[in-house]
């Protein structure tokens, strides 16, 4: 039976990639960490002796401590946040338990700064509005997007220290048969089925060559028509969030369901 302010993996895997997705904090010391050094996605390190000070930033938000076995730190660093009020749990069997369970997780040398800028051209439509999806819902929720000229990417990248992706010349970006939504998923080292999944639709609805998926359809007609909405491109990414989440929503738990119409009419007129 779970212990009282636990989560399990199976609990959390629930969780990673939503909207609703718990603020992670990684308290394994340094010696540990650097045996395995990965995070499991949107998760921070942080010293478990001065848990405390992130208190004031956590306030009306729910927090996961992950440590390496969900052992005395993580139950020491939950009982101090739960003396000021935060509503915080601890992972069950902490990151062995969740390595064990093949959850997903991230490169930690190829994190960037937390709440860092990203930059990419303006007027999006498919990739870059789905690269935010990922950096947000994956690596960082606290992410900030730039959109500006496409001449211009590379130098505000490099005057405003910058990521840019989805443009020529930088690292994360098209390459032959992928999209910049692949870029990201293979720098971060990020694989679960549901994103692999994603990715085969957005690669065809971003016109890769040779992609081929029949949802993309209704993806790109979707994305063009948010785009006809919205002249501010910040907005039309906020507007745009729900329809990723939905679309992971089908690739993790819906992929194989189906609707048939006639099938429900003939049951709806046999009961009258």
Known sequence: MTAPNTLTTAQLMRLIGTPTAPVLIDICIDEDFAEDPRLIPTSFRHPFRTIETLVPALRDRKVIIVCQKGKKLSQGAMALLRSHGIDAELLEGGIFAWRDARGPRVRAD?????????????????????????????????????????????????????????????????????????????????STPALATMADVIRAADGTPHAVAPKAAGLLAISLGLSRMYKDDLEQLDAAMPIYDALYRWARDAKGETHDWDAHAGKVAGNV
């Open 110 to 190: 190829a994190l960037p700064k937390r709440g860092g800028l990203w930059v990419t051209r303006h007027r999006p439509k498919i990739d870059r509005i789905a690269c935010p999806w990922l950096i947000r819902r994956f690596i960082d929720p606290d992410a900030r997007f730039l959109y500006v000229g496409p001449s211009e990417v590379l130098a505000v990248a490099e005057k405003f220290d910058a990521i840019p992706f989805d443009v020529e010349g930088a690292a994360l970006s098209h390459a032959k048969d992928t999209c910049s939504f692949d870029a990201l998923l293979a720098h971060f080292d990020i």
